[in-house]
């Protein structure tokens, strides 16, 4: 069985900018997570997914960051205009309709602003 | 304060013990987890106890659970150098979607 795919592995960007990171979870996963990970602390969720509508987005800093799952597997996660603070990893999980408290982490996006 | 707290680093030797130890403040955790992370890769599910137990026994991995002081251990026995990584604590609670709360992770490193 495939893992959590994310893609890129790593970006460097200028604050200011944007970016983009995509995930695909297992297959037949419905409920897709991304979480944010800085250097030395815990993941902290930002945004859940069940199939293609948001479940939980309660620490999603909404004027800067969105995400979309519009089809019920694929997911992206944008950051539009990125700060110095954005700087870390974003991780991607997924888990299955039946069993939410086994979760698949990918091997997420590091992300540098400069 | 943090709402899962572990110690930041364990150093042990090739073969010994390993015994990470994690408390937890809501009354309510329903799971509680043991991920690893190790250099660049995402997390991965070691284990978890459903907060009606006490301890759950997984191959090398023993998790033991006091919920009247919410202090949750995980023993790693005969240690590897193939087992040094990061591993985080985490709960959910009851009523919630499981989605775990995380602790700031125990950097375990196994010297020969």
Same mark, same amino acid.
């Given at each position: 069985?495939?893992?959590?795919?994310?893609?890129?592995?790593?970006? !460097? !960007?200028?604050?200011?900018?944007?970016?983009?990171?995509?995930?695909?979870p297992?297959?037949?996963h419905a409920t897709l997570y991304w979480y944010q990970? !800085?250097?030395?602390? &815990?993941p902290k969720l930002l945004i859940q997914f069940q199939n293609n509508g948001v479940v939980d987005d309660s620490q999603l800093p909404k004027?800067?960051f969105s995400a979309e799952r519009?089809?019920?597997?694929?997911s992206?996660l944008? !950051?539009?205009?990125?700060?110095?603070?954005?700087?870390?990893?974003?991780l991607c999980a997924s888990s299955?309709r039946?069993?939410s408290y086994?979760q698949?982490? &990918?091997?997420?996006?590091?992300?540098?602003?400069? | 304060?943090?709402?899962?707290?572990?110690?930041?680093?364990?150093?042990?030797?090739?073969?010994?013990?390993?015994?990470?130890?994690?408390?937890?403040?809501?009354?309510?955790?329903t799971?509680?987890?043991?991920? /690893?992370?190790?250099?660049?890769?995402?997390?991965?599910?070691?284990?978890? %106890?459903?907060?009606?137990?006490?301890? /759950?026994?997984?191959?090398?991995?023993?998790? @033991? @659970?006091?919920?009247?002081? /919410?202090? @949750? *251990? @995980?023993? %790693?026995?005969?240690?590897?150098?193939?087992? *040094?990584? %990061?591993?985080?604590?985490a709960e959910s609670i009851t009523g919630g979607s499981y989605i775990p709360t995380f602790?700031?992770?125990?950097?375990?490193?196994?010297?020969?």
């Amino acid at each position: 069985e495939a893992g959590v795919a994310q893609s890129p592995r790593y970006k !460097i !960007i200028e604050k200011r900018q944007s970016v983009a990171f995509w995930c695909n979870p297992i297959s037949g996963h419905a409920t897709l997570y991304w979480y944010q990970q !800085i250097l030395g602390q &815990g993941p902290k969720l930002l945004i859940q997914f069940q199939n293609n509508g948001v479940v939980d987005d309660s620490q999603l800093p909404k004027d800067r960051f969105s995400a979309e799952r519009l089809k019920g597997v694929d997911s992206t996660l944008k !950051i539009q205009p990125a700060k110095l603070e954005d700087s870390a990893v974003y991780l991607c999980a997924s888990s299955s309709r039946g069993i939410s408290y086994e979760q698949y982490f &990918g091997p997420g996006t590091r992300l540098t602003v400069t | 304060g943090e709402d899962v707290e572990q110690s930041l680093f364990l150093s042990v030797r090739e073969g010994d013990s390993s015994v990470i130890n994690c408390t937890y403040t809501d009354s309510s955790s329903t799971y509680l987890y043991w991920y /690893k992370q190790e250099p660049g890769a995402g997390l991965q599910l070691l284990t978890y %106890i459903f907060s009606n137990m006490d301890m /759950k026994q997984d191959q090398r991995l023993t998790v @033991l @659970l006091n919920k009247k002081d /919410k202090h @949750l *251990s @995980l023993r %790693i026995a005969d240690t590897q150098t193939g087992d *040094s990584a %990061i591993y985080f604590c985490a709960e959910s609670i009851t009523g919630g979607s499981y989605i775990p709360t995380f602790g700031r992770g125990t950097s375990l490193i196994v010297h020969p």
